[in-house]
């Protein structure tokens, strides 16, 4: 079904950023906060894997470890693409280009300022399903002004309650299922971002490193992305 996404994007973003939840202190980058996560239950494919034999990748920083299933059978250029870049070691010594802590933490831009793809270059078309949503933690490949994605990726790093009741209606009147409203509720998200940019991964541990990073524009030893390996999920 066709959603015009346009009717709630300025009230998501109004919602984006004012709905931190900060407690505690203390990490490797001076005055990051933790944020408090609730846990998610959900029969969303998003927070029902990694399963026993799924594609996974971790994400080395200098400060920690992001641990992420990559949905192949859903988003297969998208994870294709990053794969590839990462055993190309593209990904590797590079840092974010953009942090906005209660939105997103990017990176996969190199230190000319460049993104790539395994395509020589060549951008690829975003894949769209209904399995695959921009909740909080969720990794995705963003549009370029050509309508392409490219090596170039970012987390989600929306808060838990930035989802409110009048966004969720309006959601509801645009068609999203409910159990996709209530995930939304529940993590956090950016659902003006669905069908627009592709969704191929979401963490299932490291999030705090993903928070902490958010946090970290000011910071004199700016977080660097040391690797990426991929492998098997195995219990």
């Not at 950023?17 to 980058?29: D, E, I, K, Q, R």
């Not at 002004?145 to 990726?153: L, P, V």
């Amino acid at each position: 079904m066709h959603r015009n996404w346009r009717i709630f994007f300025s009230t998501a973003l109004i919602v984006v950023f004012t709905g931190l939840m900060l407690v505690g202190c203390g990490s490797s980058v001076p005055g990051a906060e933790k944020v408090k996560r609730p846990a998610v239950e959900s029969s969303e494919l998003q927070f029902t894997t990694p399963a026993e034999g799924d594609t996974i990748a971790t994400i080395e920083t200098t400060i920690g470890k992001i641990q992420v299933v990559l949905y192949t059978d859903k988003a297969p250029q998208a994870c294709d693409n990053f794969i590839g870049l990462a055993k190309q070691g593209f990904y590797n010594e590079t840092g974010f280009a953009r942090l906005e802590h209660g939105f997103v933490v990017e990176g996969g831009i190199n230190s000319d300022g460049f993104t790539s793809t395994i395509w020589n270059g060549s951008g690829f078309a975003p894949e769209y399903t209904d399995s695959l949503h921009h909740y909080s933690g969720a990794l995705c490949a963003p549009v370029d002004e050509n309508g392409q994605c490219s090596g170039a990726f970012y987390f989600m790093q929306t808060m838990p309650d930035s989802i409110d009741d009048a966004l969720a209606a309006q959601m509801g009147e645009t068609g999203y299922r409910q159990e996709v409203i209530d995930t939304y509720k529940a993590a956090g998200g950016a659902p003006y971002l669905d069908f627009t940019d592709t969704v191929f991964g979401q963490i299932y541990q490291g999030m705090d490193i993903v928070d902490t990073i958010a946090q970290s524009a000011e910071s004199e030893e700016p977080v660097r992305i040391v690797g990426v390996t991929v492998s098997t999920y195995s219990k």
